[in-house]
């Protein structure tokens, strides 16, 4: 599995370890300091890949190591795979007791918007009806698209041969593209893209709620959804990917100008 140095020399892993924990805690707490901007999101991003993608593989998102292992099917190496994610786990309520200690309760909300702006000066009902109960099935496709497409490019990012020789800050700048696009394109469904993420977010927003004397129980329905969809959408993507490099090995090339379908007749 795709561990930069831990593909050399297994002892490593506690620093593999230590990145992918402290990478987790950045993005995540840039979440709240950010005040949820997708930009600064963007760019928490980039700055991990940057100082961890030759250490760690930056994944700092259990959706996308699930991908990895997926896609390299080195399937032996599943230990790994677990250690990561409990790294990340860790990384990412450190994330947010950081977030907490410097911010409190600021911008913590992960919960869908019932109402979207339509265009026109008006609002329309998009993820949830008139009594406020989520349309659950909206939500899971949501996250779970948009985690595939950005997960989809990280991997092309990765293991694309034409791009080897690219150097890691512009593999950074094409993955922080991605992960704006996705957050731009979320419309208002909560969108985070990384289950641990989901999960602790989670318990500071439901804080939050609980020291505003709220009722809990109205919001717990939906955090579920944050958790599986990445899931879902990165054991795709890893499955995926396989198949488009099939695709691509079977020596195909298309003149940018030109489809498939053109350029065989």
């Known amino acids: 599995m795709e561990t930069g140095i831990f593909e050399h020399q297994r002892s490593l ?81 450190a994330g947010v007791f950081i977030a907490y200690l410097l911010g409190k309760y600021n911008e913590v909300d992960l919960y869908p918007n019932n109402m979207i702006t339509d265009g026109y000066g008006g609002q329309s ?19 779970s698209l ?27 700048i094409a993955i922080t593209l991605a992960i704006f696009c996705c957050y731009s394109m979320s419309n208002g469904a909560g969108a985070c893209f990384n289950p641990w993420f989901g999960l602790a977010e989670t318990f500071l927003f439901f804080g939050k709620i609980s020291d505003n004397n709220k009722n809990i129980s109205r919001y717990a329905d939906v ?28 020596g195909i090339e298309v003149p940018l100008s030109e489809s498939i379908v053109e350029f065989r007749h």
Not at 45 to 59: E, N, Q, Y
Not at 137 to 142: D, E, K, Q, T, Y
Not at 152 to 172: D, E, Q
Not at 226 to 248: D, S
């Open 223 to 250: 955090f579920w959804v944050y958790m599986v969809g990445p899931f879902i959408g990165g054991a795709c993507a890893g499955l995926f990917t396989i198949f488009h490099h099939k695709i691509e090995s079977l």
């Open 125 to 143: 009902i998009y993820f949830a009806d008139n009594d406020h109960n989520p349309y659950f099935a909206r939500l899971l496709l949501n996250e």
């Open 13 to 93: 892993m506690p620093l593999v370890l230590l990145y992918e924990f402290c990478g987790s805690a950045l993005i995540t707490y840039s979440f709240s300091l950010g005040s949820q901007e997708y930009a600064v999101r963007a760019i928490a991003l980039m700055m991990g890949w940057i100082i961890a993608s030759t250490v760690s593989g930056a994944h700092f998102n259990p959706a996308v190591s699930l991908a990895v292992y997926l896609y390299q099917r080195k399937f032996r190496q599943w230990p790994c795979l677990v250690y990561m994610m409990i790294a990340q786990l860790f990384g990412c309520f």
């Open 146 to 172: 948009l985690t595939f497409t950005f997960v989809f490019i990280v991997l092309i990012v990765k293991y694309k041969k034409s791009l080897v020789r690219v150097t890691n800050p512009i593999k950074g």
